[in-house]
């Protein structure tokens, strides 16, 4: 029987959420060219979604850096790459335009089949020198293995 329109018979219900913050610096996570992973896959789950909120607005010293959502062989897999400081407190990065409002989740960010890590990459031209977005995952194992965890 199908779970949440997956399609995928035998897949329990969603897990979670599993949920992780990062607060960028200019020096540390929000450093330019810098992927941090975010949640630790092992064996091959399905993401029934995954969310990002942001608590504090990121911001920029100089240049304009971007932020991209995705797994470590494909960093903008589920979220292209969108300028850093157009997320601000208060609205969801679902896509290159974050939002305020209600919002349906586009499909690249629900019903995914993940087998490595879920990261962020910074890039663009400078550092995101603050700012915290809270990432959250509702997912199931695929294999027996099957598990993710905040990193």
Known sequence: MPIFGSGLRGIQGP??????EITFTAGGTGA?????????VTGAVLVHS????????????????ELALGVNSGTADFIASTVATLIDTGELWISGTPTADSIALPAGLKDILVEE???CLVGGTNNISAGVISFSVLWSPITSDGNVVAT
């Open 15 to 20: 897990r979670g959420p599993v949920i992780r």
């Open 32 to 40: 330019n060219a810098t992927e941090t992973d975010l949640f630790t």
């Open 50 to 65: 995954i969310t990002a909120y942001c608590t504090t607005s990121l911001e920029q010293s100089a240049g304009t850096p």
């Open 117 to 119: 890590n879920i990261s």
